[in-house]
């Protein structure tokens, strides 16, 4: 499994540190918000377009090959920067690596489910959590300091290695887990199953809380500076946002494991978390902004371990590469949904009332997701 983990924490980490670290690039490379917001979105356009796909192909020929060909494939993309060391060269290596993780993330999901017994896939679901919350955390500290010592390349140049010890690690560690034979699927079937409750409600709760914690990263520095807060308060308040979202993610797969938490009752008090949390960012000063950033972490980390526990049991094992793809495709959909939404409402309204709407969206969630659960009890 721990190579499975480096994998969830690998293509965390390069997400956000290199993002995190664009915008104080040279000015060759970065010239203007539109050119940053740009290479920002081709990670997630490519993850968006290949997570299906990639999922899919692990179940034809096995999610192991897919791993460690994403792992692989992430490494070179990265060495493609190192070597050419050119502006524009930074547009094929971040579409490369987008590409590559789109790969190896899905497959890493897959395996997590495949070799572990449906009973511990809580507390499997909510390790792999960890790890990849991790990553996020780690991203913009260390990929800031990278950059300061070395510039964007000596980054990129730790992103190749760091693929290449992963990828190898995994080719000794990670068994050969052989795809499973599958009846023929046609387009209304996979239509049928994508439409389903037990498909739909885990990733529009996994949707939703991307979408909050993508807006919490992006949004609360914004909040806290306008409130007089300096960089140091408002980047605590994002490690704060992640890090509750790491340690409550093993908690929450436990509890699930143990029948301590049932998933519609842990995926309700998670959409209604994560809501508490962007409503209290409306609140002015550093106590709204470390409020806000505290909840939206647990109700993320509360979430995302059960989610993909539910997904997992409702899904034949032959089709669990093309479950987890497209689940991975309902997070990236809020990832990027959830800011363009805030921020739409922010320019018109101003950024209080774009928590507002968003954390209205999610309750509304919540509350369909009751309902459900007392229409299945009567």
Same mark, same amino acid.
């Given at each position: 499994?721990?190579?499975?983990?480096?994998?969830?924490?690998?293509?965390?980490?390069?997400?956000?540190?290199?993002?995190?670290?664009?915008?104080g690039?040279?000015?060759?490379?970065?010239?203007?918000?539109?050119?940053?917001?740009?290479?920002?979105?081709?990670?997630?356009?490519?993850?968006?377009?290949?997570?299906?796909?990639?999922?899919?192909l692990?179940?034809?020929?096995?999610?192991?090959?897919?791993?460690?060909?994403?792992?692989?494939?992430?490494?070179?993309?990265?060495?493609?920067?190192?070597?050419?060391?050119?502006?524009?060269?930074?547009?094929?290596?971040?579409?490369?690596?987008?590409?590559?993780?789109?790969?190896?993330?899905p497959?890493?999901?897959?395996?997590?489910?495949?070799?572990?017994?449906?009973?511990?896939?809580? *507390?499997?679901?909510?390790?792999?959590?960890?790890?990849?919350?991790?990553?996020?955390?780690?991203?913009?500290?260390?990929?800031?300091?990278?950059?300061?010592?070395?510039?964007?390349?000596?980054?990129?140049?730790?992103?190749?290695?760091?693929?290449?010890?992963v990828?190898?690690?995994?080719?000794?560690?990670?068994?050969?887990?052989?795809?499973?034979?599958?009846?023929?699927?046609?387009?209304?079937?996979?239509?049928? *199953?994508?439409?389903?409750?037990?498909?739909?409600?885990?990733?529009?709760?996994?949707a939703?809380?991307?979408?909050?914690?993508?807006?919490?990263?992006?949004?609360?520095?914004?909040?806290?500076?306008?409130?007089?807060?300096g960089?140091?308060?408002?980047?605590?308040?994002?490690?704060?946002?992640?890090?509750?979202?790491?340690?409550?993610?093993?908690?929450?797969?436990?509890?699930?494991?143990?029948?301590?938490?049932?998933? *519609?009752?842990?995926?309700?008090?998670?959409?209604?978390?994560?809501?508490?949390?962007?409503?209290?960012?409306?609140?002015?000063g550093?106590?709204?902004?470390?409020?806000?950033?505290?909840?939206?972490?647990?109700?993320t980390g509360?979430?995302?371990?059960?989610?993909?526990?539910?997904?997992?049991?409702?899904?034949?094992?032959?089709?669990?590469?093309?479950?987890?793809?497209?689940?991975?495709?309902?997070?990236?959909?809020?990832?990027?949904?959830?800011?363009?939404?805030?921020?739409?409402v922010?320019?018109?309204?101003?950024?209080?009332?774009?928590?507002?709407?968003?954390?209205?969206?999610?309750?509304?969630?919540?509350?369909?997701?009751?309902?459900?659960? *007392?229409?299945?009890?009567?």
């Amino acid at each position: 499994m721990w190579p499975l983990y480096a994998a969830g924490f690998t293509t965390a980490f390069g997400a956000h540190a290199i993002a995190a670290n664009l915008g104080g690039f040279s000015d060759d490379a970065v010239t203007s918000l539109m050119v940053l917001g740009g290479l920002l979105a081709l990670y997630d356009g490519a993850e968006v377009l290949l997570k299906p796909v990639f999922g899919s192909l692990a179940d034809r020929i096995g999610a192991r090959p897919v791993l460690l060909g994403g792992l692989i494939a992430f490494a070179g993309a990265s060495a493609v920067f190192v070597v050419a060391d050119r502006p524009g060269w930074l547009w094929v290596a971040r579409l490369g690596q987008g590409a590559a993780a789109s790969a190896f993330s899905p497959s890493a999901s897959s395996l997590v489910a495949r070799l572990n017994p449906a009973a511990r896939h809580g *507390r499997a679901f909510g390790s792999y959590g960890f790890y990849k919350s991790l990553g996020y955390t780690c991203g913009p500290l260390l990929g800031g300091v990278l950059v300061w010592a070395g510039g964007l390349r000596l980054l990129f140049a730790v992103l190749t290695v760091l693929g290449i010890v992963v990828a190898g690690w995994a080719f000794l560690a990670v068994p050969v887990v052989a795809p499973l034979p599958k009846a023929r699927q046609t387009v209304l079937d996979l239509a049928r *199953r994508l439409s389903s409750p037990a498909f739909l409600g885990p990733t529009l709760a996994l949707a939703a809380s991307t979408a909050g914690l993508s807006v919490g990263v992006g949004f609360l520095p914004v909040s806290g500076r306008a409130a007089g807060l300096g960089t140091v308060a408002t980047g605590a308040a994002v490690s704060v946002l992640a890090l509750c979202a790491a340690l409550v993610q093993p908690r929450a797969g436990r509890a699930l494991d143990d029948g301590r938490l049932g998933t *519609r009752t842990g995926l309700t008090a998670g959409l209604v978390v994560t809501a508490a949390g962007l409503a209290t960012a409306m609140l002015p000063g550093l106590g709204g902004v470390l409020a806000a950033a505290t909840l939206i972490g647990a109700g993320t980390g509360l979430i995302t371990p059960l989610a993909f526990a539910a997904l997992a049991a409702s899904t034949s094992p032959e089709r669990l590469g093309q479950t987890m793809g497209t689940a991975e495709l309902g997070r990236e959909l809020g990832d990027a949904g959830g800011p363009l939404l805030v921020a739409t409402v922010a320019t018109a309204a101003g950024l209080s009332w774009g928590f507002g709407v968003l954390a209205g969206l999610i309750g509304v969630g919540a509350v369909v997701a009751v309902s459900q659960t *007392r229409r299945a009890a009567a």
